[in-house]
Every structure is written in C-alpha cells, then in structure tokens.
C-alpha cells in the first residue's frame, strides 16, 4: 500500500505543531489526505501551519491553544478531535522544549520541573487522554518523540535528557502493555538526532545548533511516517542519531563519557568555574 493510501482519511493529532517537526507532520500528512488536528502554544506559528495546511486542496485541519503540560486543556483537545472528526487514528506526541541549557550546578528548579512538565508529564498526559478514543479503531498508532539524548547524558542538558530518558521509559512500557489489550493500536518511540528546526533558542546553544541540528524536518518526520506505517516501534534517524544509538549501546560508560565530553568545547566556560555560585 502506498504511504497516501495508508494515511488517507485518517485523523492525525499533532501537538507542538507551530514549526519545526509538528509542522512537517502537519504538512505531510495532510498531503497525504489525512484530517489533522493541531495544538501548541504558539499561536502566531499555530495560525501558520494552519494557513499552509488549508492551501492543500481537500484537507480538513482544526486547531486550539494546547500547553502540553496542562491535563486539563488535553480533554479540550482530545473532544475537539471527537466532536470534528468522530474519534482519532494516531497521536504525535511532539511538543518539546530545549530545557535549561545550563550544567547541573547552574539549572534552577523551576526550570527543570518546566522541562518535565512539557516534555515529559506532556507525552504522559497526552497517552491517556487519548487512549479511550484510540482504542476504539481498527487501527492506530502513539507515536512520542524522545530524542538520541533519550540514549545518552550530555552536558548542559541534564534536565532534557532526563525528560527524554523518561519518554522513553515511559514509551517502552506501554507498547508492551498495550500490546497484550489492544495490539491493534501501535507504539512509536521516535529518536531524531540533529534536525534543522527552532528548538535550540537561547543564545548559548546557537553553536551547537549551527553544527549539529542538520538534518531536514521533513526528511526526518518522512521516514517517521514510512516506519510508523511499518510497525516499527523504535525509530532512529537524523544527524548523528544511528551512531549514538549504536555507541549507547556498545561502550562502557567510561568510553562514552570520554567521547560525550568532546561537547563541552561548545559550553560557556564560565559555567563550568571551580568558584561557580552553585557550588556555594
Ligand atoms: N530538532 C532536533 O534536533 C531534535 C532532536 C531530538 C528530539 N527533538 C524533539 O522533537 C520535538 C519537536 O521539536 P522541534 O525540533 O521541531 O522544535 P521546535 O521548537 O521547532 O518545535 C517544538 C514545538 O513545541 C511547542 N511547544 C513548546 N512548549 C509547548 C507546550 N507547553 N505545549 C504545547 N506546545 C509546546 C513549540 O511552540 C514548538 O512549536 C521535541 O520534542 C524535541 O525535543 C528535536
């Protein structure tokens, strides 16, 4: 069966949809017939995406404010789905934030549990709130983006690792669980590597961006679509993301450390200050 054929008519849930991923996800499945239903919090890109997906011929797309981190505002999401559509096929759990950018010692709190809460407590809330509609189809997916720092602790990004560590426990889980109710509905535990989107904003990560952050989102979410109508249950594609698969997995910790220490050329210096206030 070809990809439009597959994904024709099929409604498609997609939070963080205002740029980068969300809006390939957008775009490539509504090319692909599918109805959409879009959330984010940015409402500028929101209307966006919105524009540029009605602009495809025959295409039904919806859109509300969504702060993933907020349940209560996924059962508004989840009865927009419902009430436009009848039900829902597939969820992309996509909204994701860069995280504090910032060593342990320098991180605050607050900005940790923010991390949590929408990159983590997001994916969660999203997984129940639309599980009683995914159930109910002949066929549907989860899919909920980790990250290859979902394989392996870098620096200044202790907070988005955790987050992303958790996605993919969390991910793992459930695909096993849910395998044994309802195995006609699908896990999808994505793991991009370097892809060419907004998410590295604050000025400290703009070199990491330029270097690492390469590959294109739509290549990306293409073949996050080809391998969730494969049934693959892991997905691991973009710059660098197949060898830190496959390092995570082979080195001893000692090794990996030495080579994931090479990131610290890219952190500010004073951060890292044996008289930094965090150690006080
Ligand atoms: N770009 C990469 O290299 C890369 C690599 C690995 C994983 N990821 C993950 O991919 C996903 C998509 O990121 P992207 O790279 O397209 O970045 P992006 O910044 O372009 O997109 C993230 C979207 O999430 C939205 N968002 C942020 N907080 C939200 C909230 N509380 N509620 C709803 N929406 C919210 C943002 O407004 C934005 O539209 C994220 O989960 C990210 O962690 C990205």
């Given at each position: 069966m070809s990809q439009t054929e597959f994904y024709n008519n099929k409604t498609v849930a997609i939070t963080?949809?205002?740029?980068?991923m969300g809006r390939s996800y957008a775009l490539l499945l509504a090319q692909q017939g599918a109805n959409v239903v879009l959330g984010d919090v940015a409402q500028e890109g929101l209307q966006e995406t919105v524009a540029l997906v009605q602009a495809i011929p025959g295409v039904q797309v919806v859109s509300m404010h969504l702060?993933?981190?907020?349940?209560?505002q996924w059962d508004a999401f989840k009865e927009l789905c419902e009430s436009r559509f009848?039900?829902?096929d597939m969820l992309i759990n996509n909204a994701g934030i860069e995280g504090a950018t910032k060593p342990v010692w320098a991180s605050s709190t607050a900005a940790i549990k923010q991390t949590m809460d929408i990159n983590f407590y997001g994916v969660v809330y999203g997984c129940r709130a639309f599980l009683p509609l995914l159930v109910h189809r002949p066929w549907a997916a989860i899919v909920n983006v980790s990250s290859i720092f979902g394989f392996i602790g870098t620096p200044n990004a202790s907070d988005y690792c955790a987050s992303k560590f958790a996605v993919r426990g969390y991910t793992e889980s459930l695909m096993v669980e849910l395998a044994h109710v309802y195995p006609q509905v699908q896990v999808h535990l994505v793991h991009p590597g370097g892809v060419a989107t907004d998410i590295a904003r604050s000025k400290g990560t703009a070199k990491f961006k330029r270097k690492?952050?390469?590959?294109?989102s739509d290549e990306m979410v293409n073949v996050v679509l080809q391998q969730v109508q494969r049934n693959t249950p892991r997905i691991v594609y973009g710059n660098h993301a197949k060898k830190t698969y496959w390092l995570s997995k082979l080195l001893p910790l000692t090794r990996l450390k030495q080579i994931i220490?090479?990131?610290?050329?890219?952190?500010?210096p004073k951060d890292y200050a044996p008289d930094h206030k965090g150690f006080k």
């Open positions: 963080g949809a205002s740029s980068g702060d993933v981190s907020d349940e209560a009848g039900g829902c690492f952050l390469t590959t294109p220490s090479k990131g610290l050329k890219l952190v500010d």
